[in-house]
């Protein structure tokens, strides 16, 4: 044997581990061994026995890397924080911080085989910053602020901003689904969009009752790093070939040329008679949205738009008629449409009419060319004020996103200066710290995504400065303003619970974007150059006045037609055919005219601390400006007028030189936009007085003429009822 050894050179050696497999399955399924050995290491980490904290740390996180699952470790932690007895719960803050700091290097270096954390833990202690229990909270307290104080705020941060960027959240542009050219283009997008169906149904539509609704959110909110990972990765679903696609082909998602069939035959006659038919109400619509003016090439560059996808034949008949009827018309085809109709008609009257009438078809022409011209400025109105809007491919747990939401807003409630002061200076370096690698995956792929590409699947190259993310408080601040912005399609098949939820994450989302800006407000206060010259970097590259004056121009504009709705004596069938490609594509939800006022009321909260930020900064530039007085003066003059005349956010005048807000403010009050909404602009313009500058004739003037107009409709009313109740 030994011979034949030696001639082949070759040995052959069987590792065999200590524990069988089976045996280690038997121990996991029959006895609590994990569940014994984790409450030792546990309760050696009092104050007695400092001593051992290092092993009994190493030893209980490596045991909590082993374990069959990651509840086990966790489930003795979150017991113990929530324990009934204040002093148990004060031991176990003392024993989580230890756990904490002394695996800071282990979790910096995450790698494969030590790839768990405490989520859940760490979740639980944040939810103590608001507990009523003063002792509590402080020790709650002073964790957060010496896990800030040594630069732990990425990792405090991961598993929020892991369940902000999970992947059902993704998103595209409106601009760049405009960009798909037939109803067959549209289709492969959808398809290429489109979950699996057990991501569709698996989360959306969780059971009433079940346990975890019956838990503080903390207690199960776990973030799953290798099924995110396992789950990105996988190639995305081939799409059907050309032969192949029917009417059936998308189950998940509603066919939304369908309801346009009426005006599919001829999609040019369905406009005439939906503009001759609405023309008083177009008017209307019209005079409170002037027509921006701003070139109609610029909107469909102003986000990455993903280009159509290329495709061989023609698409069928049926769809692209139907999606023809969706596209909204150019200006100069329009243009056209006028001209050949207003000649087909000179000519037959000049052939069968008297001059009179020849006279009467000629006023008919201008009629008909007023109200395309109206129609055309509305179109363009719409577009500028729905350009910013994101569209969610299917839906996600909001409960989630509202529960990473509510912890934001509770740690910059309780420390403000110290978290902001820590995201300022923490980038997403995933060189030096390998936990942050997902959340960087995750932003690249939601990139992706929002240009029209695939979030699945192998990366592509991630375009340089797509998205401000080099700082936390930048990818905070973006990640806000994209949920503020995203809209389900109505093309998705979702229930009224999701629009109700999502609307909730839009509130919760200009929540924090409140505390962010107050807390920056002080930062500015202190007049130090840096801090000015950071925060206006910071506004200017997220573009945060922009996408909030525009959400709230939008809001407004649902509101009213809302509005419309409710009180056009003609129904709201023909108001509904009137809606625009946008507004045909963006699911606002039925509801009445109050449900956006949530989203109104602190948008505005939101405008008020912008604009007093914006006031502070500007003092700041004011001292560093070298140039004479006079011809700062006349500079500021032009500005003022390029800017407040404009129906579109233009850079980089102040919120109070904004045309978009100085209308906003005079139609703040106009019965269209809800009663409830009073107070809210009574504060805003009442706060934001001393700011306004040279707007302050131009927004309070008619401000006060609309209050007066409602005093006296309200007296009128009065009136009205005491007659009636007199006879």
């Known amino acids: 044997m030994s011979s034949y050894v030696r001639r082949s050179s070759r040995l052959q050696m069987v590792t065999v581990p200590p524990i069988a497999p089976g045996i280690l399955k038997v121990i996991a399924e029959k006895t609590d061994f994990y569940q014994r050995v984790a409450r030792v290491l546990w309760n050696q980490l009092n104050k007695e026995t400092r001593e051992h904290h290092i092993t009994c740390v190493e030893l209980f996180y490596r045991l909590h890397c082993l374990a069959p699952t990651a509840n086990i470790c966790e489930d003795i932690i979150c017991h113990a924080l929530l324990d009934p007895d204040k002093g148990t719960r004060l031991e176990a803050l003392f024993r989580f911080s230890v756990i904490w700091h002394l695996t800071r290097e282990i979790q910096g270096s995450r790698v494969t085989s030590h790839n768990r954390s405490f989520d859940r833990s760490l979740f639980v202690v944040l939810d103590s910053l608001a507990c009523t229990d003063g002792a509590i909270s402080a020790a709650a307290q002073g964790w957060l602020v010496r896990a800030l104080s040594l630069g732990d705020v990425a990792r405090i941060l991961e598993p929020m901003l892991l369940l902000l960027l999970q992947p059902k959240t993704q998103r595209t542009s409106i601009q760049c689904l405009k960009q798909e050219n037939s109803a067959e283009d549209l289709h492969r997008w959808f398809n290429r969009k489109k979950p699996t169906c057990k991501e569709a149904c698996g989360e959306s539509e969780p059971q009433e009752g079940a346990p975890e609704e019956r838990l503080p959110?903390?207690?199960?909110?776990?973030?799953?790093?290798?099924?995110?990972?396992?789950?990105?990765?996988?190639?995305?679903?081939?799409?059907?070939?050309?032969?192949?696609?029917?009417?059936?082909?998308?189950?998940?998602?509603?066919?939304?040329?369908?309801?346009?069939?009426?005006?599919?035959?001829?999609?040019?006659?369905?406009?005439?008679?939906?503009?001759?038919?609405?023309?008083?109400?177009?008017?209307?619509?019209?005079?409170?949205?002037?027509?921006?003016?701003?070139?109609?090439?610029?909107?469909?560059?102003?986000?990455?738009?993903?280009?159509?996808?290329?495709?061989?034949?023609?698409?069928?008949?049926?769809?692209?008629?139907?999606?023809?009827?969706?596209?909204?018309?150019?200006?100069?085809?329009?243009?056209?449409l006028s001209l050949v109709r207003a000649d087909s008609d000179k000519t037959q009257a000049s052939e069968s009419f008297s001059s009179d009438e020849e006279a009467d078809v000629e006023l008919q022409a201008i009629t008909t060319s007023r109200l395309l011209k109206q129609q055309r400025e509305k179109q363009e109105t719409v577009e500028a004020l729905f350009k910013h809007i994101l569209l969610y491919l299917q839906p996600y747990d909001s409960q989630r996103v509202l529960y990473a939401f509510s912890v934001l807003e509770a740690v910059l409630k309780t420390n403000p200066k110290e978290f902001i002061e820590a995201v300022s200076r923490t980038g997403i370096d995933t060189s030096s710290t390998a936990h942050l690698n997902l959340i960087s995956n995750l932003l690249a792929r939601h990139q992706e995504a929002l240009i029209g590409q695939s979030f699945y699947g192998k990366l592509q190259t991630q375009a340089p400065n797509v998205c401000p993310h080099s700082l936390l408080i930048e990818l905070l601040t973006y990640l806000c303003l994209s949920f503020l912005r995203s809209y389900y399609p109505c093309y998705l098949k979702v229930c009224h619970r999701d629009i109700l939820g999502n609307r909730d994450v839009q509130v919760k989302s200009v929540e924090v974007l409140i505390r962010i800006t107050a807390q920056l407000v002080s930062m500015a206060k202190s007049a130090e150059g840096k801090n000015t010259e950071f925060i206006h970097s910071l506004l200017q590259r997220c573009k945060v006045q922009e996408f909030v004056l525009l959400s709230l121009s939008a809001s407004m504009y649902t509101s009213q037609k809302r509005y419309g709705l409710a009180t056009a004596d003609r129904g709201g069938r023909l108001l509904a055919e009137d809606s625009l490609f946008e507004e045909s594509l963006i699911n606002l939800g039925q509801d009445q005219i109050w449900s956006e006022h949530p989203l109104q009321i602190e948008l505005l909260k939101l405008l008020q601390a912008l604009i007093v930020l914006e006031h502070h900064l500007g003092q700041g530039q004011e001292e560093a400006e070298t140039q004479p007085a006079l011809s700062r003066e006349w500079q500021r003059a032009l500005n003022f007028q390029q800017a407040i005349g404009a129906m579109q956010y233009v850079q980089p005048h102040p919120l109070t030189s904004q045309g978009l807000l100085v209308s906003a403010v005079v139609r703040g009050l106009q019965p269209a936009y809800g009663y409830g909404m009073h107070p809210a602009w009574v504060s805003l313009v009442t706060h934001s007085l001393p700011y306004f500058g040279k707007s302050l004739g131009w927004t309070v003037t008619p401000f006060v003429i609309q209050i007066c107009k409602n005093l006296d409709d309200l007296v009128k009313q009065y009136e009205s009822e005491s007659v009636k109740f007199t006879i």
């Not at 396992?230 to 192949?244: F, G, L, M, Q, T």
């Not at 049926?318 to 999606?323: F, T």
Request: glycine fraction near 6%.
């Open 217 to 336: 959110r903390g207690q199960f909110t776990t973030v799953d790093r290798e099924a995110i990972w396992a789950e990105v990765e996988k190639e995305p679903e081939k799409c059907p070939p050309r032969s192949d696609l029917s009417e059936e082909d998308l189950p998940y998602y509603v066919d939304l040329p369908d309801r346009m069939t009426s005006g599919g035959g001829d999609s040019s006659e369905h406009t005439e008679s939906a503009d001759t038919s609405s023309g008083h109400t177009d008017s209307e619509n019209t005079s409170t949205f002037s027509s921006p003016s701003h070139d109609l090439q610029d909107l469909s560059h102003e986000e990455n738009c993903c280009a159509p996808i290329p495709i061989g034949g023609r698409a069928y008949s049926k769809r692209a008629a139907l999606l023809a009827a969706f596209q909204p018309e150019s200006p100069r085809s329009n243009a056209r």
